[in-house]
């Protein structure tokens, strides 16, 4: 960036030499005297348009308003419509294309940054993303896309359209890791995320899932959740209970019970109604016994449990 303290003192300067108020040069430049004197306290920088006039009313060159520099350079082969010229006997970094974007228009930036892109590092890139077109951005992300990693564009993701996001997310589930995923996830689509969690309950186990939770649809969760208990345990839904319906824990719950799991459903037991674990103790207490009752007994109703010990030594 201009170092804006040094290009005010250097209109002081030069307005000093030419013989000129801050008023007489704000009259030339057809501006108001206050734009004039924040340029020379350093608060702001002259308007690209305004420097080929303020370099003629000094007679000086732009360089000399400015400061000696790669940046100064490629600001005067743009002001000039010596671009393409400048670029092709010049190497261009992102970094001085950055030190003359606050003053340039968005396609002139990416007049001079078409001629850098295919080398731009994703930091420089990320740097450069609030003056370029979401066209463009979308373009060099598609190329990180294809190389990887993902993870490269979650700090440029405020930048980029919904399509290309959604893009990202589909090649983390093919790839991974899920982690990028995760980090990408308050960007995403709703159809999108919920697309690539029942990818995730497909590949891997559904404790994959918990950092995703906040930002999948109750329907996806609870989808998940039935899927995973056909192959797996009630346990493993346990990091996922405070994102799943009552509706679905009580019926991954019964199905525990058919098995004769019920340790298993002492984790989740603050989750579930009080109707199915009702269920559960009656059915443990005739399976098992009393005793085995007890871990549960602290989520059971006064009433159940008075009820379970008369039925026992009714019996």
């Avoid at 004197?37 to 420097?51: C, H, Q, T, V, Y």
């Avoid at 192959?231 to 009580?250: H, K, N, Q, R, T």
């Avoid at 199905?255 to 269920?279: H, M, Q, W, Y």
Wanted: charged residues 25%.
């Amino acid at each position: 960036m201009f170092d804006m303290l040094k290009v005010g003192r250097n209109i002081v300067k030069l307005r000093g030499a030419a013989g000129l108020t801050q008023m007489g040069l704000a009259d030339k430049l057809g501006i108001s005297y206050q734009a004039v004197s924040n340029w020379e306290r350093g608060a702001s920088m002259p308007d690209i348009s305004k420097l080929p006039e303020l370099a003629e009313i000094f007679n000086v060159s732009i360089e000399e308003i400015l400061e000696e520099g790669r940046g100064t350079a490629i600001l005067t082969s743009v002001l000039e419509n010596a671009t393409e010229d400048y670029l092709h006997q010049h190497e261009v970094s992102a970094i001085e294309i950055l030190e003359v974007a606050p003053l340039l228009k968005t396609e002139q930036i990416e007049e001079v940054f078409e001629h850098v892109k295919a080398n731009v590092p994703i930091g420089d890139l990320v740097a450069l993303a609030p003056f370029l077109s979401e066209e463009v951005l979308d373009e060099c992300a598609r190329k990180v896309i294809e190389i990887g990693p993902i993870g490269d564009l979650v700090a440029l993701a405020p930048f980029l359209s919904d399509e290309v996001l959604d893009e990202c997310a589909r090649k983390v589930i093919e790839i991974g890791p899920i982690g990028d995923l995760v980090a990408l996830a308050p960007f995403l689509s709703d159809e999108v995320l919920d697309e690539c969690a029942r990818k995730v309950i497909e590949i891997g186990p559904i404790s994959n899932l918990v950092a995703l939770a906040p930002f999948l649809s109750d329907e996806v969760l609870d989808e998940c959740a039935r899927k995973a208990m056909e192959s797996g345990e009630i346990i493993d839904l346990l990091p996922l209970a405070p994102f799943l319906s009552e509706e679905v824990l009580d019926e991954c719950a019964r199905k525990t019970c058919e098995r004769g799991e019920f340790i298993d459903l002492v984790p989740l037991a603050p989750f579930l109604s009080e109707e199915v674990l009702n269920e559960c103790a009656r059915k443990l207490v005739e399976e098992q016994g009393l005793g085995a009752v007890l871990p549960l007994a602290p989520f059971l109703g006064k009433g159940i449990m008075e009820g379970l010990t008369t039925s026992l030594f009714t019996k």
